[in-house]
């Protein structure tokens, strides 16, 4: 199965004039969808400032990909769960009286062949439409959400999203950027990732690869494999050799300059079990940084406390036991290939990318960097 790659630039649509829209209150509130491969998770939120603040959430396990490498198909258990989930979304969407949202599904639907007939089933049940959305875009909004945690030294950047189905790698040249400009450069690849010539400072995306493997996908790929050490090792070295055709892979970077910011379920619980924390606590693990060696030891713990004891860690759980091991394979797998002492822990992602590029789009954020 090889990696998903970029296609070349499409053609541009004929330019029609339109009257100039309504400018939107800034006060109404946006919403985000995210419907993953393992989880469905929204947001709704408020523009403030340059930023914007949650009013409302969701997130539950829906594990619509179950099933999937065997089948090649959505299970009717699956999408049941799923709807009952978008159920509690829309009635969100309702009490909040929300008009603008962007409610996108990502590899489980690219991949399932009775995706169409799932989007239809949602948009009969619920009301909702959801919208399948390209690796690409995926990358590119993992990518904006992630800016403001990027340091001002970094020159040479690696976004990591591992999500349940695939996992986005993205690699950014900002050394040409003025340190002050940087995050703000990085934020306006929100437009595309080969932008048309601008004044303002421009990032480089050197390359990036949309992996078909994710933390469930990867997990269900080695279910066979009885031994809790060799499954590790095997989903780790063979999450690498998908990497091959990735630009930058062989390249040597020097650690003072070179940053990896990784967004993901997998590295927040990396980073809580780091900080010996008995209750996840958001502020304490957003924007943390952690080296190679520090992220190795929670690792190695990991497989010393075995799936049972996976289970009893309140950091991990009964649901995640198997997914933390798949997505450390993953998170091994790139601390091999480029080590480093300034990996960002990103608890944020898709659903801040969306929120983003929806109020940017409106011009209600305010001394954006759009």
């Keep these: 199965m090889a990696p998903k790659r970029p296609n070349g630039a499409g053609a541009f649509p004929k330019a029609v004039e339109s009257p100039a829209p309504k400018p939107p209150d800034p006060a109404e509130l946006y919403a985000a969808l995210d419907l993953g491969t393992n989880s469905c998770r929204m947001l709704i939120a408020q523009p403030k400032g340059s930023g914007f603040h949650v009013v409302d959430s969701f997130s539950k ?21 799923t709807v009952q989930a978008l159920r509690i979304c829309q009635q969100k969407l309702k009490r909040n009286n929300v008009k603008r949202m962007r409610l996108v599904t990502t590899e489980a639907c690219r991949r399932a062949s009775n995706s169409v007939e799932f989007i239809r089933q949602v948009q009969r ?70 932008p048309p010539e601008s004044p303002f400072p421009a990032a480089k995306v050197v390359d990036w690869i949309s992996v078909p493997l994710g933390v469930a996908t990867l997990r269900d790929q080695f279910n066979d494999v009885e031994d809790d050490s060799a499954r590790f090792a095997l989903m780790s070295w063979f999450f690498e050799e998908n990497l091959a055709e990735f630009a930058p892979y062989k390249d040597q970077q020097a650690r003072e300059r070179f940053q990896i910011v990784g967004t993901s379920g997998t590295v927040t619980t990396v980073a809580a079990s780091h900080l010996g924390l008995k209750r996840y606590d958001r502020t304490k693990v957003d924007g943390l940084r952690m080296t190679s060696d520090q992220i190795d030891r929670v690792i190695r713990g990991y497989l010393d406390l075995g799936p049972a004891g996976r289970r009893r860690d309140p950091r991990i759980g009964e649901d995640r036991q198997a997914l933390i091991m798949s997505g450390s394979a993953i998170l091994q797998a790139l601390l091999r290939c480029w080590p480093t002492d300034r990996l960002s822990v990103a608890d944020r992602g898709l659903r801040e990318g969306l929120l983003y590029a929806q109020m940017s789009a409106d011009g209600v954020l305010e001394d954006g960097p759009f």
């Design 61 to 81: 396990s829906v594990q619509l990909g179950a099933g999937l490498e065997r089948t090649g198909r959505l299970s009717r258990s699956s999408m049941a769960r």
């Design 125 to 194: 049940e619920t009301g909702l439409n959801i919208e399948v959305i390209q690796p690409e875009e995926e990358a590119r909004l993992a990518v904006i959400s992630c800016a403001p945690l990027v340091s001002t030294k970094t020159e040479q950047l690696l976004v990591v999203d591992i999500g349940g189905g695939s996992t986005e790698l993205v690699w950014i040249d900002i050394s040409s950027v003025p340190r002050r400009d940087r995050p703000q450069a990085i934020m306006r690849l929100h437009a595309g990732f080969h």
